[in-house]
């Protein structure tokens, strides 16, 4: 009599994840603006001259350190005029502390001219005439667009940004310029401007470089990353 063969069972497949299904990346804005509500930029500023500097000083420094400069800076320059004006050893003194102060200098006193000769001491709006400013690339462009006029030219991509996109799974890019068109293509335009303020929020407070504080992440449910110190995922 035949005996009949043990049936095998078939190892179920996983279901292969797509980081950036419209679904997910709808989840993850949703989450950063019931955290972040209402964020701005942490230059302190007060019109698009002055936050145009406080970006180009934020090259490889700290947001409270260029917050504790601009206040003196601008008391003795108060416009691209009189920026343009000054004497670089001036600038060069005064934003010492902020690091590669030469050049900055140099690209602040450059900008100032521009501004004043070309634009009426205005800061230009759109991306094409802002980009030819020195020491504005498009990290500063959209910053100042942006946070001061509104206009949602594109996404900032500083190193939060793009540390925080790499995390979950948003690109696979390294250049800021290529990480930048990922995120546009995922994100609606009409959250260019705040996602980018969340995301470096939760940056600085919570998704840190070295040791995230992922038990303490609003996101955590919606990220994979392999460099997570806490996971509420199956193993």
């Not at 995301?199 to 504080?213: E, N, S, T």
Request: net charge positive; charged share 25%; proline share 6%.
């Amino acid at each position: 009599m035949a005996t009949a063969k043990a049936a095998t069972k078939t190892p179920a497949k996983k279901t292969k994840r797509n980081p950036t299904d419209p679904a997910r990346v709808a989840a993850i804005l949703d989450v950063l603006e019931k955290t972040y509500p209402g964020v701005v930029c942490a230059l302190n500023h007060h019109n698009a001259w002055e936050l145009t500097v406080a970006t180009i000083l934020s090259a490889q420094c700290t947001d409270v350190r260029v917050n504790l400069v601009t206040p003196a800076l601008f008391k003795v320059f108060p416009t691209p005029k009189a920026m343009a004006a000054a004497s670089l050893p001036e600038i060069e003194e005064m934003i010492r502390t902020t690091g590669f102060f030469r050049n900055k200098a140099k690209s602040i006193k450059g900008a100032a001219q521009i501004v004043t000769e070309e634009f009426g001491g205005k800061i230009p709006q759109t991306m094409e005439e802002i980009l030819r400013l020195p020491g504005v690339a498009r990290k500063t462009a959209n910053v100042v667009l942006g946070s001061w006029f509104g206009i949602p030219a594109g996404v900032v991509v500083d190193t939060h940004v793009m540390r925080l996109s790499h995390r979950l799974e948003l690109t696979k890019e390294t250049a800021p310029e290529k990480v930048e068109q990922d995120l546009m293509k995922i994100i609606p335009q009409d959250r260019w401007i705040n996602f980018s303020h969340e995301l470096i929020h939760h940056g600085r407070q919570i998704c840190v470089a070295r040791k995230p504080k992922c038990v303490d992440c609003t996101l955590e449910k919606l990220c994979y990353s392999g460099d997570k110190t806490w996971s509420s995922h199956p193993a």
